[in-house]
């Protein structure tokens, strides 16, 4: 799920603490009871974690399972209203945008390998440092085009600026969104000293002016499906979405690598039931479940022993092994500079 929220909202959000605090009571109050509470995302997310998450998995563990549906700039604010101690979940899924501050700040402790028996069958790069944090699914964003409007297929991020049939007819991500942001550093990191050297990234991003500007992928893909853009980032799954509808476009991977929208799932430090949360993220690791997840989100699978049936595995631009190929962000670091980096955007793309 892309996440579009810049700091300034993300920190009013936060600030609204009598506004949420009474769902971290309610949060509290059920981790008291020794339920196990998880998150997930409205609509398609919710349905199946409805249908095809949650009765299975009671089911296998008999553990009852409370589901706090929405989004995670909310569900950061309620375990910032409730604290570290008394956090209002057992387990949360979001992206690093996000988890690497609460990380930070103290809520979360590393997996314990012995709980999580699956976590030795995912790849390396699914998992954060000790184990605090671990990449269930996730889908790279690399440059989706149309394949009868573009001749060479793009094969780097250079090729943006370089290719004279992708000049003028390129869209981007807007900076509200995450992968904006991320596409910023990447480029700052390719022609400038890393991924912190915002100026160098916004000057070459300047140079592709004009171009249109997506909040959300499905912006992007509604330009990229009537030809008003030949090229543009753009999430795997997304794209995968397109081909399936007919459009004629395909994905390409940047030699300097891509980056990633990620479903991270964490441990809360002093979350209730810790081993109910362990059986949770060992069933989702599962083969079965990466299957159902893959099959239903087209997002890619970190479980290196699946094997996707041929005839999914065919329309996966990218596979687990391509997981390495994700460049990593220290988000910490790079969400105290957002503000200010939104503003420069802003005055750039007058």
Not at 46 to 66: C, D, I, M, Q, Y
Not at 168 to 194: C, D, E, P, Q, R
Request: charged share 20%; aromatic share 10%.
């Amino acid at each position: 799920m892309a996440t579009t929220m810049n700091r300034r909202a993300l920190l009013k959000a936060l600030g609204s603490i009598g506004c949420v605090a009474w769902i971290g009571r309610l949060g509290s109050s059920f981790a008291a009871s020794g339920e196990l509470v998880v998150t997930t995302y409205g609509g398609r997310w919710e349905r199946f974690w409805r249908e095809n998450v949650l009765p299975p998995f009671t089911k296998a563990s008999g553990v009852k399972t409370l589901l706090d549906v929405g989004l995670a700039s909310t569900w950061t604010a309620n375990l910032r209203a409730s604290g570290p101690q008394k956090p209002a979940y057992s387990v949360v899924m979001m992206n690093e945008f996000l988890g690497a501050l609460l990380r930070s700040e103290g809520f979360f402790e590393p997996w314990p390998l012995a709980k999580v028996p699956n976590i030795a069958r995912i790849h390396s790069a699914a998992r954060l440092p000790s184990d605090n944090g671990i990449i269930a699914l996730f889908s790279p964003i690399g440059i989706a085009y149309r394949t009868d409007l573009v001749k060479t297929p793009p094969s780097s991020w250079k090729d943006l600026w370089d290719k004279p049939e992708l000049r003028g007819k390129v869209g981007l991500y807007g900076i509200t969104n995450t992968a904006g942001y991320m596409f910023l550093m990447t480029v700052s990191n390719i022609y400038g000293n890393g991924p912190m050297d915002f100026d160098a990234g916004l000057r070459m991003i300047s140079k592709l002016k004009p171009f249109p500007q997506g909040n959300l992928s499905g912006a992007l893909s509604a330009l990229l499906t009537r030809g008003e853009i030949v090229a543009c980032p753009l999430d795997a799954s997304e794209t995968v979405n397109l081909k399936q509808k007919g459009a004629p476009v395909d994905f390409a991977i940047p030699r300097e690598g891509m980056f990633m929208f990620d479903q991270t799932l964490s441990l809360l430090k002093f979350g209730s039931n810790k081993d109910a949360a362990c059986e949770y993220l060992n069933f989702l690791l599962s083969e079965e479940m990466q299957l159902k997840l893959a099959t239903e989100f087209f997002l890619v699978p970190v479980n290196t022993s699946l094997k996707l049936p041929a005839a999914l595995a065919k329309q996966f631009p990218v596979n687990v092994a391509d997981i390495a190929k994700v460049l990593q962000f220290d988000w910490v670091a790079a969400n105290a500079q957002r503000d200010k980096v939104t503003e420069q955007w802003n005055r750039i793309m007058l």
